[in-house]
Every structure is written in structure tokens, then in C-alpha cells.
């Protein structure tokens, strides 16, 4: 079957490595928060997640996700919501990221040049900016739960997606660095 010249189905798709970097507050900045462990009683402060969850009735569960191969082809995005996600049981794992762009707009595409990849350890969860695009988590292990916050109905209604295959002829592998040995 032949498909018309410019079609997703006769796009080449690229794959891209992306390297995965340590999470850190500043460099996940412009995707949310990083939610580190603080001792109790810490006063409520600009460096903690800012959450949106006005907009529905708020969802905190716990999401049981199975493993699967370190590539992607589309990020999702919600826009009503900030998405808070941590790894049950203190287990690694990777997501990654591009920036919001255009949050109140479903037609809004992602910016390929504003993805990036983190490995997250098992101690710290992050709070997305509302939508931020996304994709994972992604971990090692045959499957990890995670605590999620959302709304409840964001798989329903508040799901929107960018296939970067079709839209710019890019699909991502997620690779590691690689350790510098002495």
C-alpha cells in the first residue's frame, strides 16, 4: 500500500539520541518543580510547587506503570492541571520534557529544541508547570508505582498530545551518560 507523498505513514521519522542529565531545581525550572524532602514545619516558600487545581476536582492515587523500551514518539500535555508525580517505594526513574509554549492553546504543538531528559531519584518527586509536555516515567524495573496528583478526569478530558513523529519527523532514545572512568 503506497501513501501519498508528505503523509505520515511515508515520513522518514529520525531518531535522536537525547542524554539524560541529573535533575536539579534549576535546570527543571522551566518545565516545574522539584519537590525535595524539607523538614517539618518549613514555612510555605517560592522554591515549593506552585498547584493548579482549580480547575476540577483533584485526583491523588497511586499509578501502576510497567516497564517499557527508553524511546517516544509524542509527548502529552494537560491543561488544566499541574501533574505531581513520585516513584512509590524510592525507585529511580527518567521522564522527559519540553516546555509549556502556548498553555491555554489545545492546537499548540511542542518545541522540539525545548526537550530534555532527567533521571529523578527515588527521594524527590516532581510538580509539572501546568502544560508542560511530557512523556514517562520510564525505569528499569518490570513495574514501579507512582503517587500522581491530577484532576479526575484529566485522562478523559484534559489529555492532549504531539506526535513528533508525524508533526516533525522525530522519534527519541533516551540514553545515559556514559561514566568517565579514572
Given at each position: 500500500m503506497s501513501h501519498p507523498p508528505g503523509t505520515a505513514?511515508?515520513?522518514?521519522?529520525?531518531?535522536?539520541d537525547l542524554i539524560v542529565e541529573p535533575i536539579?531545581?534549576?535546570?527543571?525550572?522551566?518545565?516545574?518543580?522539584?519537590?525535595?524532602?524539607?523538614?517539618?514545619?518549613?514555612p510555605f516558600g517560592p522554591d515549593e510547587a506552585q498547584l493548579d487545581l482549580a480547575r476540577g476536582t483533584p485526583r491523588f492515587y497511586v499509578m501502576r506503570l510497567h516497564h517499557r523500551e527508553l524511546t517516544f514518539r509524542h509527548l502529552t500535555r494537560h491543561l488544566?492541571?499541574?501533574?505531581?508525580l513520585a516513584s512509590v517505594g524510592g525507585h529511580p526513574w527518567l521522564m522527559a520534557v519540553a516546555t509549556p509554549g502556548d498553555p491555554d492553546n489545545p492546537e499548540a504543538l511542542a518545541d522540539p529544541a525545548s526537550i530534555?531528559?532527567?533521571?529523578i531519584p527515588g527521594n524527590v518527586a516532581v510538580a509539572m508547570h501546568r502544560s508542560t509536555w511530557h512523556v514517562?516515567?520510564?525505569f528499569e524495573a518490570?513495574?514501579?508505582?507512582?503517587?500522581?496528583?491530577?484532576?479526575?478526569?484529566?485522562?478523559?478530558?484534559?489529555?492532549?498530545?504531539?506526535r513528533l513523529d508525524e508533526q516533525f519527523g522525530r522519534a527519541?532514545?533516551?540514553?545515559?551518560?556514559?561514566?568517565?572512568?579514572?
Open positions: 505513514a511515508s515520513r522518514h521519522v529520525e531518531l535522536i536539579s531545581a534549576a535546570a527543571f525550572s522551566p518545565y516545574g518543580t522539584l519537590i525535595e524532602s524539607a523538614e517539618d514545619g518549613k488544566s492541571v499541574t501533574q505531581c530534555r531528559a532527567f533521571s514517562g516515567p520510564f518490570e513495574r514501579v508505582d507512582f503517587f500522581n496528583l491530577e484532576l479526575a478526569d484529566t485522562n478523559l478530558v484534559d489529555h492532549h498530545n504531539c527519541y532514545r533516551l540514553v545515559l551518560p556514559t561514566p568517565v572512568s579514572a
